[in-house]
Nanobody
Framework: QVQLVESGGGLVQAGGSLRLSCAAS????????MGWYRQAPGKQRELVAG???????NYADSAKGRFTISRDNAKDLLYLQMNSLKPEDTARYYC?????????WGQGTQVTVSS
């Protein structure tokens, strides 16, 4: 079982940037798929960005061109660099990893973007 701990959220003005980090309690070298999801109040959790073990990435349309997902397998860290933030990016952001077909989640980190 893996524990995921997110950090880096906060309050930022529109147009600003944040970098989220997710620390894993185990080596992520062999974790095929990891990602960042977000959930705003009253809305379903949605995928923001995903990354495979080989570095292949995918993004939600809302994140393309503004967000960058990356992973550091040596440090067991997953990142989400978020630029040009908008008020509609306000949500709780969750780190996700699929291990042996099962999803694992962190507790989330709150991102609030003011207009």
């Amino acid at each position: 079982q893996v524990q995921l701990v997110e950090s880096g959220g906060g309050l930022v003005q529109a147009g600003g940037s944040l970098r989220l980090s997710c620390a894993a309690s185990m080596s992520i070298f062999s974790i095929r798929n990891m990602g960042w999801y977000r959930q705003a109040p009253g809305k379903q959790r949605e995928l923001v960005a995903g990354i495979g073990s080989g570095g292949v990435t995918n993004y939600a349309d809302s994140a393309k061109g503004r967000f960058t997902i990356s992973r550091d397998n040596a440090k067991d860290l997953l990142y989400l660099q978020m630029n040009s933030l908008k008020p509609e990016d306000t949500a709780r952001y969750y780190c996700n990893a699929y291990i042996r077909g099962l999803p694992y989640w962190g507790q989330g980190t709150q991102v609030t973007v003011s207009s």
